[in-house]
């Protein structure tokens, strides 16, 4: 008897696999954002306006609808005394595996960060001042989101860091959130979410300090709101759902390979896709899938996303998997094919991360490995990488002339300024040639 996810299993033996692929890869770019012509995207715009409009008092009316509690603008800030209570009455078993998170990502970032005390001449590197974060506040707590944004922060020297999350938990942020804030040292902690937010830090409000920079994942109205302030403020990427693919041959083992893929569909929305050259194992995966699915707490969700986001494919060799792995350019890319994934992992031009043999799964990366776990998604690792430290700092450029380097310069840039008719940028030039 037919299963509901046996249509996610596609081969190149079938003459639309092509046509599949290009539709699998769509689909997972669409999730993103909404199209700004959308009702959802011009209600994006709607609330932003709105916020930059009355401020303080938008907030609060959207934190209402949208999220269901009520709060006077003098609430939307965590108090010290919450923060540090937050982190007393944490499992102290859970802060030690905290502590040693944030220890992992900040000796990991240290090591990548711009050397600033050797630079060419002609450049500088200053750290951004004010930055928000913004933490999803899904149906469990993410601080694994607040140590992956803030410490790559913190260690490249920004030193104003503002966290919004939306009061999901008992009308507040969960008490985790806000241990590994205190433990950071971030006191500037705002009960908001959603769009709401992200216009609030972009503009700033009489309660919400304006920032310089948002990093942070969410859902698409979260990442459409960053795309319609980018330019008011930087951000550091769209990122849409959650996204894993596994180029994987018959050394891997299907049981981890399925369970790799359920780790990412299970955040609903997450795309779950793997790439082989063997259609037994293809089977074999997808028997796994149909197996462990049910055993979720989420199983009904996760089962949903396999079906829209996701797909088994079985190409005609391991190199028009790999080439075709570096053209969908994912957030997660794992490489399970034994002794041969190093030298494989080396062909990729295009991932956000790369997870290499079986013993790397996502998970490594998700909480405990080193690099920031905000990546590129929707095909954006063709043009933008992982969340880094170096993101948090802007170069100067530095131009300095003596009399005789203008002197000797003159005659061109006049020649340059000329062709394009800016006789003032010439006059700037000749002028000091007259003295």
Not at 6 to 27: A, G, N, T, Y
Not at 217 to 226: D, I, L
Not at 232 to 242: I, K, L, M, R, T
Not at 308 to 326: E, M, P, T, W
Request: charged letters at 25%; proline letters at 5%; glycine letters at 8%.
């Amino acid at each position: 008897m037919p299963h509901e996810l046996d249509q996610i299993l596609i081969s190149h033996k079938q003459p639309e696999f092509e046509d599949r692929l290009v539709e699998l890869r769509s689909v997972i770019c669409q999730a993103t954002t909404f199209n700004p012509r959308s009702e959802e995207g011009r209600k994006v715009a709607e609330i932003i306006e709105e916020v930059w409009k009355n401020g303080d008092k938008a907030v609060a009316e959207y934190t209402k609808e949208f999220d269901g509690v009520e709060l006077t603008s003098r609430q939307f800030r965590i108090s010290r005394d919450e923060l540090e209570k937050a982190n007393r009455e944490i499992n102290q078993d859970i802060l030690a595996s905290l502590r040693q998170a944030i220890e992992n990502v900040r000796s990991y970032q240290r090591d990548i960060l711009i050397d600033r005390e050797n630079l060419p001449r002609g450049i500088r590197y200053t750290p951004i001042k004010r930055v928000g974060i913004c933490v999803p506040g899904a149906s469990a707590p993410l601080p694994s989101t607040v140590i992956m944004t803030a410490v790559p922060a913190q260690v490249a020297g920004v030193k104003e860091i503002a966290v919004v999350s939306p009061p999901r938990y008992k009308g507040s942020i969960d008490p985790v959130i806000l241990a590994v804030c205190h433990e950071l040292g971030i006191d500037k902690v705002y009960r908001i979410g959603g769009v709401q937010a992200v216009a609030a830090l972009a503009d700033g409000t009489k309660n919400i300090p304006k920032v310089d920079k948002i990093v942070g994942p969410g859902n698409q109205w979260v990442q459409t709101a960053k795309r319609v302030v980018f330019g008011q403020v930087g951000v550091d990427s769209v990122a849409g759902p959650s996204e894993v693919l596994i180029v994987a041959n018959e050394k891997a083992n299907p049981a981890w390979v399925a369970a790799d893929m359920l780790s990412q569909a299970e955040h609903a929305p997450g795309s779950a896709v793997m790439f082989s050259d063997s259609e037994e194992f293809g089977k074999k995966v997808l028997d796994e899938l149909k197996k462990q699915v049910g055993k979720l707490s989420r199983a009904d969700e996760t089962s949903e996303c396999l079906k829209q986001y996701s797909g088994i494919a079985v190409f005609n060799s391991l190199d028009h998997a790999i080439d075709k792995a570096s053209e969908f350019a994912v957030e997660h890319l794992q490489i399970q094919c034994g002794d041969e994934s190093r030298g494989i992992a080396d062909k990729i031009e295009n991932a956000g991360a790369i997870f290499i043999g079986d013993y790397s799964p996502v998970a490594v990366g998700d909480y405990w490995a080193g690099p920031s776990h905000t990546l590129p998604t929707g095909g954006g690792a063709r043009f933008s990488s992982a969340l880094t430290s170096n993101d948090f700092l802007k170069s100067i450029s530095l131009v300095e002339y003596d009399q005789e380097m203008l002197a000797a310069s003159a005659d061109d840039i006049l020649r340059l300024a000329g062709i394009e008719g800016l006789d003032a940028h010439a006059r700037s030039v000749r002028i000091r040639q007259q003295d």
